[in-house]
């Protein structure tokens, strides 16, 4: 069975996301929406065409003989319509403008949402990572324990041991059992979460690849300024702040526009046959008992036209003053957007910074452990130490490792949020191959 590494894993949220889709589907429409907003620029065509009948039919009878007589008529009206907006004060190219920014918003959201689902599904890759590596420390710990017991048995029978020790060993070995049982459950909880992210189902049960440890980065030598400076132009949000002030602008403008004239032009042709037909029984006169008439007929205009608005209620002041309002709000969303961006650049800087110096702790809390239960686990066994310095040694050498294992999956989370927080997701390590 093959095992996904975390770029597999990463691919196969993107595609199969439920949000990627929605976010695909969104900016299409706006594109759509976009393209709709220019067809004003474009004549309206219309065509029309209708068709009529009709018939009477009237008989008398009288002593000198009966008379009869009928007619029918039937006719078509076909007709073609023209409706253009020539010259609207820019009110066309606001409401363009508008909808393109609109387009602009839901291409950066999709965006979004993509560096959204990567961060997610590295983070808890991460954290199923980390619980993968608790599962085998502590595995390791159960070993540790079963050879303490096993020394403290051997003592008991040889007679230099105590049935108390013996028995704290084995009360030990069982809190370590327990200990692995819960670091399984948090291992399959992690696993979880990690298949939530990617938006698959849960009963996939795809293989998770173990990503093999490397030796973090340093801390970066750049100053916070520099790399909020060259964030800014790059987060998600402040970008799409930026085109929501723009949309809203244009609004402003449009809602301008309409307290001035539009130049329209209105042309129209249409054709008009029709045909009658009259019987009459007997004959009238020289007449013929029949008698067929039929026609047709063109005819067309052009206008060229002003509109000029007059009054509406206050209906044009009350929605510029909307518009205006929304300009407003959006310019101040854009300098909150920048606010918060450097805010949250300069929290997962400091977070990454921390985890890179806890590690590099962790890593040495974890070399003074194994020294410490090494040399503690030997006295035991030669007769000169304690039961008690043994499971003290056993159990802050577990909790040292989990310390290294859990350090270095923050120190991976930290640097992806940071990547999320400059906009630059690309960096996420996906494969660290650090050294």
Do not use: C
């Not at 065509?45 to 008398?60: D, E, F, H, I, T």
């Not at 291409?107 to 808890?124: L, P, R």
């Amino acid at each position: 069975m093959h095992a996904y590494e975390l770029p597999e894993l990463i691919d196969l949220a993107e595609s199969a996301n439920p949000l990627t889709r929605i976010a695909w589907n969104d900016a299409r429409n706006m594109a759509l929406a976009a393209g709709i907003a220019k067809s004003a620029y474009l004549p309206q065509l219309s065509v029309a065409a209708m068709g009529q009948y009709a018939g009477a039919q009237n008989s008398r009878s009288s002593i000198p003989g009966a008379s009869s007589t009928g007619g029918t008529g039937h006719g078509t009206t076909s007709a073609l319509s023209l409706q253009w907006l020539l010259f609207d004060f820019g009110g066309r190219a606001a409401r363009v403008e508008a909808a393109s920014q609109a387009s602009v918003v839901a291409n950066i959201g999709f965006t979004a949402v993509h560096q959204q689902v990567i961060f997610d599904v590295s983070v808890a890759f991460y954290g199923y990572q980390a619980a993968r590596a608790r599962v085998a420390t502590t595995g390791q710990g159960v070993g540790n324990a079963a050879a303490i017991l096993a020394a403290a048995q051997s003592r008991y029978k040889h007679g230099i041991g105590t049935v108390i020790e013996v028995a704290q060993a084995n009360q030990n070995r069982a809190q370590a059992k327990l200990a692995l049982i819960q670091a399984q459950g948090a291992e399959s909880n992690s696993y979880l979460a990690l298949i939530s992210a990617m938006g698959i189902s849960p009963l996939s049960k795809p293989m998770i690849a173990e990503m093999p440890a490397h030796t973090l980065p340093a801390p970066t030598s750049d100053s916070i300024e520099q790399i909020v400076s060259s964030a800014i132009a790059r987060r998600p949000d402040v970008l799409s702040a930026y085109a929501a002030e723009r949309i809203n602008l244009a609004k402003v403008k449009a809602a301008e526009s309409e307290f001035l004239p539009k130049v329209f032009l209105s042309a129209n042709g249409a054709y008009n046959t029709g045909s009658s037909s009259i019987s009459a029984i007997p004959s009238i006169g020289q007449q013929l008992p029949t008698v067929n008439l039929s026609g047709g007929r063109y005819g067309g205009s052009v206008i060229v036209g002003v509109t000029i608005p007059l009054y509406d209620g206050g209906l044009r002041q009350a929605v510029l003053a909307q518009a205006r309002n929304d300009a407003d709000s959006a310019s101040t969303r854009l300098a909150r957007s920048r606010e918060e961006a450097v805010r949250q650049i300069v929290v997962a800087q400091n977070t990454l910074q921390t985890s890179l110096s806890a590690h590099t702790a962790a890593k040495e809390l974890l070399a003074a452990a194994q020294t410490t239960y090494d040399a503690a686990f030997d006295a035991y066994g030669q007769g000169i130490g304690s039961v008690t310095d043994s499971l003290l040694a056993q159990n802050q050498l577990l909790a040292a490792r989990n310390a290294a294992a859990d350090s270095y999956s923050s120190a991976l989370s930290a640097a992806a949020a940071l990547a999320l927080a400059t906009g630059s997701v690309a960096s996420i390590p996906t494969q660290p191959d650090w050294r």
